[in-house]
């Protein structure tokens, strides 16, 4: 080859990792080899187990014997070493016809799967290349046959090149070789014997292959699935195992080979690695959620007034840690403070600045009926920006607290509690007792907006309910159609008047952050989920624009159907920007939404709506003011 060839790849993934050196994808590869034992019916099922387990790929391996062995040898293969007469039958037995192959092509392609082929020889290299395959795998033995590595990279294919067998001097040899002639390839980390001793492994050898290779990775036969995890955080993209049915199968390779009960805990336990691996460091807000309850920050040791020159001496610290931090607060000794802070109350760097009390913010005139978050201690003070909606975010103890707050021009919607007794709120939950618990909290939360509302006489009072649906830990494949049964039923129980109270369920984020820390959610996050519940009860939704755009990241779908397909359900909005999987509730610009196209989809809808910015209302709603202000500058579509 006396130019590069163009490599098709046929693998979005194995395209990212090979284009993109510092991925962090991990492409996982089912070796069936020949532990079909010559069945095709054998080989679809490990494809279906291998699909199963969540691989990228499977697998196999081409042989033509003649042009392999010698004639001699597969004549009376006893003649040979004793190992000939084991192996040459039982290859014969295994090798797959082409018709096969084509089958399994198909079958692949069916199914979502990549098609790896290894070739032993330059007439099995010629007939994959009839197949659509994502790369060709050189095996070790192979390394060093040049003309059979030259003829698999004219497939115009990734190769994927193993290096047992070979000592590291070999390796740097043939790896130079294939740069020179401009093979595009990746080294895959091995040790051939099967079943491979631990202490054989030497996984410090991998950063010696990324010398050698952009591109390494791990193929295993050791026993259990911990070895290849362990690679992954050792840098490797390519993950290669042996899969089988029974490990006391005939063959060479079944006792090196895992179950599949323990492929799917492998690739689960690379998928969480694979998360884990950014290099970037960043804070979370489940993390600033906590730091808030357990750092310390500056506060007040005595009441201090507006113009207070501030002192070590004025300074103690506790927690919240939501004001400046020890290592913050000597820049702002000799500053002066532009308002009071009551002794043993926080102070942060807001106070050092010209504050905007809600009776200074400018007036708003959105065309829908806007409002703003509060809780019932700070209403009063909410209550001068007279909007058209006021939300009270109640916790279970803010449900047995006497309120006599009022308004004549404030709409009234009340945010039922997420957690009680430092449980999540879950009707769709098997476990009958947590049901009854949480329809006893939201049965008080319908009863309280009930009595509030004499206080609110603009209209019927909404109330939002998170109805559940989550777990702590991923369980995987979830039924959210059963969930929805389970929430449905349970749902009926609640008594309550459509006439008298608007219920309102919450879409979902799939990532939530509960009693710090994060969370899987699968109730109430579909769009179909949550019409079909709105539909067979009879109620109106609330749309969370952040926890929609959420969801439709983490599963590739599309947020333009998605509003598309629950709008007609929607009466009240939480709006924010968000970013990622997790990242909700993010202030409106900061994220990656697309605000001029989602308020051209909801423009011609009818719904009231509030911001809903993580940590907004600190400061006296400073984050709540600027996104009212950042929204107001798109003039249209609220």
Known sequence: MSKKLEIAFRSPKLERIFQDHKSTDTYIICEVGINHNGSLNKALAMIDAAKESGADAVKFQKRTLDRIYSEGVLNDSNSAEWSFDYLIPLLRECELTEDD?????RYCSERGLDLIVTPFDEASADFIATLDVAAVKISSADMTNL??????????RPLIISTGMWPHETIKICTEIFRNVDITFALLHTQSTYPAPFESINLGFIEELKKMAPIVGYSGHERGNFIPIAAVAMGCRIIEKHITFDRNDKGPDHKASMLPAEWKEMVSNIRMLEKSLGSKKEVNQSEIQNREVFAKSAVA??????????????????????????????????????????QDFYIAKTDFEQEILLSCWKQFAFAKEWGVKCRFHDFEEYKTLRSPVVEFHCSQTDLGVPFSGRSEVSALVVHAPEIFDRELVDICSPCEHKVEQSLS????????????????????????MHLGGMFLDDPGNIDTAALMDRAIHNFRRLDYKLEEIEILPENLPPRPWYLGGEWHQYGFMKAEDMVRFCAELGLGMVFDLSHAFLYCNLYHADLTEYIHTVLPYVKHMHISDASGINGEGLQ???????FDLFLDLIKNADFSWVPEIWSGHHHHAAGVYKALLNLEAYGKGL
């Open 441 to 464: 909290i939201l049965q008080q939360s319908i009863d309280k907006t009930l009595e509030i509302a004499k206080g609110f006489p603009r209209g019927r009072p909404k109330l939002v």
């Open 588 to 594: 409106v610009g900061d994220g990656e939404l697309d």
């Open 147 to 156: 003309n059979l590595v030259r003829r698999c990279a004219s497939i115009c």
């Open 301 to 342: 040791v005595r009441r201090l007034k507006k113009g207070h020159i501030l002192q070590a001496d004025d300074v103690d610290f506790k927690a919240p840690g939501k004001g400046l931090f020890p290592h913050e607060i000597e820049a702002f000794y000799g500053m002066v403070l532009k308002k009071d802070i009551s």
């Open 101 to 105: 192959y084509k089958v399994i092509n």
